[in-house]
């Protein structure tokens, strides 16, 4: 997989639905799917492996094992050196149907975002610093999505945009995509203290009904 994070010639759009055209069926193992991707380089990677919680179609067991490759895709941005995963995790298998419906859909959401995106604030957008810095709120992302919420609303989508934007503004070179990452990775962290607040509080009120009993 290259590790290059200069923008790409192929519109996102059009690499995800190669993508999607060319996955084996009924099973793809993570191994595989990397490879397809990893010629667009590992930001593009990082954008794929958000879609399936941005959209109501579940595939089961790839929240932790997503996250978990963005968290080391993010380490490797952070410490520009190229990634590494564990053959377990590239062994684990997603059914193909349902991760081919994902990416058609995505395809479509990287549209929209290449038609409003373009270069801008710059400063966010520079190696060296900038990039280490936006890597590790990339890596902030990815631990967010291995949160065990998966049942809660919201609780994939937030750090699944906040990722999508992270990625796609530094692919793209687009300072305001990244300032929304940010703002995204903030607002899941904020959501995930109010439910934790909200949990304290329910539990408090059943053991005071408890203890009163």
């Known amino acids: 997989m290259t590790s290059h994070l200069a923008p790409i010639e192929t519109k996102l759009s059009d690499s995800l639905r190669q993508v999607a055209s060319t996955l084996p069926d009924p099973q793809v193992e993570i191994r595989v799917l990397l ?6 380089g590992l930001l ?11 959209f109501p179609v579940s595939i089961p067991g790839v929240s932790t094992a997503f ?13 520009d050196r190229a990634p590494w995963f564990p053959k377990r995790l590239l062994d684990r298998k997603v059914q193909t149907g349902k991760l081919a419906d994902v990416l058609k859909r995505g395809a479509n959401l990287f549209a929209r975002i290449e038609r409003i995106s373009r270069p801008r604030l710059l400063m966010l957008t520079r190696d060296g ?12 992302g990815g631990l967010l999505l291995m949160v065990p919420l998966g049942l809660v609303p919201f609780s994939n989508t937030l750090p699944a945009l906040a990722v999508l934007f992270l990625a796609g503004g530094m692919l793209q070179r687009d ?5 929304l990452g940010h703002v995204g990775n903030v607002a899941t962290v904020i959501y995930f203290g109010v439910l934790a607040y909200a949990a304290w509080k329910t539990g408090e009120g059943v053991w005071s009904l408890i203890g009163k009993g």
């Not at 996250?67 to 490797?76: D, P």
């Not at 610093?129 to 902030?140: D, H, Q, V, W």
């Open 175 to 179: 300072g305001f995509l990244i300032v």
């Open 35 to 40: 490879e397809r991707i990893g010629e667009q």
């Open 67 to 79: 996250g978990l490759l963005i968290v080391l895709i993010a380490l490797s941005i952070s410490l």
């Open 129 to 140: 610093l900038g990039t280490r810095l936006n890597g590790l709120a990339l890596l902030a």
């Open 44 to 54: 593009l990677t990082c954008m794929f492996l958000c879609l399936p919680f941005l």
